[in-house]
Structures are given as C-alpha cells and as structure tokens.
T-cell receptor
Framework: GAGVSQSPSNKVTEKGKDVELRCDPISGHTALYWYRQSLGQGLEFLIYFQGNSAPDKSGLPSDRFSAERTGGSVSTLTIQRTQQEDSAVYLC????????????FGSGTRLTVV | QKEVEQNSGPLSVPEGAIASLNCTYSDRGSQSFFWYRQYSGKSPELIMSIYSNGDKEDGRFTAQLNKASQYVSLLIRDSQPSDSATYLCALSGGSYIPTFGRGTSLIVHP
C-alpha cells in the first residue's frame, strides 16, 4: 500500500477484555515498530520487528502485551485483560532495511478502556 | 538508557520569523537523527533526517547537528501558522530502535 495502515482507528473496550490491533506496513519495509502515546506524553517504544529475526520486545510493559508479525508483513499487537492505564494511541511505524531512513507512521489506533 | 531532551514549550513566534527548536541527547553512539512534526490528534510525520555534523537544508527547514556537543536543532524560516505543531526529535544508533523526545510545542501567531 501507499502508507502504513492501522486498524481499527478507534477501539473502546471494557476493562478485562482482550484487544487486537493491526498494522499493515509499507510494502517492502522490513522493519516494523509499535509505539504508544498517552495523552500529552511522548512516544513509548513497545516492540521492533526486523525481517525474519526475533523481535526486540524490550519495551513491552507487561506480559499482557504481545505482538506477532506474519510473513514479514502484517503485524498484530494483542493486549490481554486490558486495564484503564492501557488507554492510549497505539502507533505503528515501518522503515526500509539497512541505513536508518526514518520511520513512516500509521494513523494510529486510539484505545479507550472503560 | 538513552535520553533525548527537548524544551516542552510552547515556543511562540510571529509569522515570518525564524523558529529555533533544540534537542540534546545523552548517547554518544547515536548515529541517525530525525525531526518529526505532529499536529494535534495526528501521527508524527518525518520532516528532516541528518546523519553527519553540520547543516542540512530542505526548503524552509534546516537541521543542524553537533555530535561533539550532543545537540541537534531545527530551524524553520519564514514560519507560517500552518507550522504550529509539536516537533519531536528522534535518534537511533546501531540497534535501529529510535528514541523520541517528548516534543516542543510551536505556535506561530499571525
């Protein structure tokens, strides 16, 4: 596709429910990142995928968070047993492999846990 | 722990003036530096990247990098009200995982 696509754009869920957020990166981009941004806060790194290598999960805040990337393309971020503090905008970004060209962000998923 | 520091602002400048945004960082191993613009309610958009010491110009934007002093700056010439946004500084090293600053809010008033 022309850009990074994220779905859904908005998600309201009840506390304790599981949610899945999807990211479809730019075609050919081998690097994929998940960040989250709470209201008025900076970008918090969550997880990084590079090609078929094992992901860097060092930013995941708890074991309720997990992510996978199928076929080196689409990625799904799953949050189990959601809590109110999980409310944030979840942003996905992708980048070409190799030199650091910068990152193209999707429009994000706004998650609200009620 | 990588630290990226930015003044949160807001930085207020009149239309037509030069806006100067600054960022300092702690990791001397940082190799790639970026400036992103984020409008309220939108996702960040890459506007400049710089990799070596000195200045890099692109239209009204100039990025400046000084690795010895560990700072990177963004100059916006002939500022327009449409430039009003939050500007995020980001950098990465060999791990290719960027660290973002919390951003500086810029307000350009007519």
């Amino acid at each position: 596709g022309a850009g990074v696509s994220q779905s859904p754009s908005n998600k309201v869920t009840e506390k304790g429910k599981d949610v899945e957020l999807r990211c479809d990166p730019i075609s050919g981009h081998t690097a994929l990142y998940w960040y989250r941004q709470s209201l008025g806060q900076g970008l918090e790194f969550l997880i990084y995928f590079q090609g078929n290598s094992a992901p860097d999960k060092s930013g995941l805040p708890s074991d309720r968070f997990s992510a996978e990337r199928t076929g080196g393309s689409v990625s799904t971020l799953t949050i189990q047993r959601t809590q109110q503090e999980d409310s944030a905008v979840y942003l996905c970004a992708s980048s070409p492999m190799g030199r650091d060209y910068g990152y193209t962000f999707g429009s994000g998923t706004r998650l609200t846990v009620v | 722990q990588k630290e990226v520091e930015q003044n949160s602002g807001p930085l207020s400048v009149p239309e037509g003036a030069i806006a100067s945004l600054n960022c300092t960082y702690s990791d001397r191993g940082s190799q790639s530096f970026f400036w992103y613009r984020q409008y309220s309610g939108k996702s960040p958009e890459l506007i400049m990247s710089i990799y070596s010491n000195g200045d890099k110009e692109d239209g009204r934007f100039t990025a400046q990098l000084n690795k010895a002093s560990q700072y990177v700056s963004l100059l916006i010439r002939d500022s327009q009200p449409s430039d009003s946004a939050t500007y995020l500084c980001a950098l990465s090293g060999g791990s290719y995982i960027p660290t973002f600053g919390r951003g500086t809010s810029l307000i350009v008033h007519p």
